[in-house]
C-alpha cells in the first residue's frame, strides 16, 4: 500500500509546474484532507495555491479540518469561501462548519452560519438542520433547540439524541417526554 507522502510525490510529478489543473488539484487535496492518513497542513497548501478553490475543495477541507485536532481551521476556511471565494457553501458545507463551532463552543459564530444556512435556504435539508438543533442544544440554548426541532416535521436520531441530551444536561429529563 502506497503511503501518502509517495501519492503526493506521484502527483507532483504529474502535474507540471505552474500548471493549474484543477482537477487534480482537487482530488489531491480531498485525498490529502480525507483519507486515514490525512496531511491536512499539505491540503491546506494546495488550497492556498490555488487561485479559484472549487466547492468541492472548499467542503473537503473544511470536512478535513472539522473532524481534526484543530477545527478552528474549519471556521478561518468558512469565512474565506464567504469572503473571498466565488464557491458559495451548499448543504454539503454547513454540518461540518456548524459541527467545528459545537466542538469550539463558539456560539456567536455558530449564530452567524445559522444566518447564512437561512440566506443560502438550506435549513430545510436534514443534515444541517440536525447539526443546527445539536448545536443550539450543546450551547445550552434549550429554547433555540426547541424551536428548530420543531419546526421541522421530518426528525431523524440526531435530532431527537440532541434534543434528549440537552434536557438531561438542563436537568429537566423529567420533562423531556412532555416537551418533545
Not at 502506497?2 to 489543473?21: A, G, Q, V
Request: net charge positive; glycine share 2%.
Amino acid at each position: 500500500m502506497l503511503c501518502i507522502h509517495t501519492i503526493i510525490h506521484l502527483f507532483s510529478m504529474i502535474i507540471k509546474p505552474h500548471h493549474e489543473s484543477s482537477h487534480h488539484l482537487c482530488k489531491l487535496a480531498s485525498f490529502c484532507a480525507l483519507s486515514p492518513h490525512e496531511n491536512l497542513s499539505y491540503a491546506k497548501t494546495i488550497f492556498n495555491q490555488h487561485q479559484n478553490p472549487t466547492l468541492q475543495l472548499c467542503n473537503s477541507l473544511i470536512r478535513g479540518f472539522s473532524t481534526s485536532l484543530v477545527p478552528q481551521e474549519t471556521l478561518l476556511l468558512f469565512r474565506k469561501m464567504i469572503v473571498c471565494n466565488n464557491a458559495k457553501p451548499n448543504n454539503m458545507t454547513f454540518p461540518f462548519v456548524i459541527k467545528a463551532c459545537t466542538v469550539l463552543f463558539r456560539v456567536k459564530f455558530g449564530i452567524l452560519v445559522h444566518n447564512y444556512v437561512l440566506k443560502y435556504g438550506l435549513e430545510c435539508d436534514l443534515y444541517v438542520r440536525s447539526s443546527l438543533v445539536k448545536f443550539y442544544a450543546n450551547a445550552k440554548c434549550l429554547r433555540s433547540a426547541k424551536l428548530l426541532f420543531d419546526g421541522y416535521p421530518e426528525k431523524d436520531v440526531v435530532c431527537w439524541n440532541s434534543m434528549i441530551d440537552a434536557y438531561v444536561k438542563a436537568g429537566e429529563m423529567e420533562l423531556t417526554p412532555l416537551k418533545l
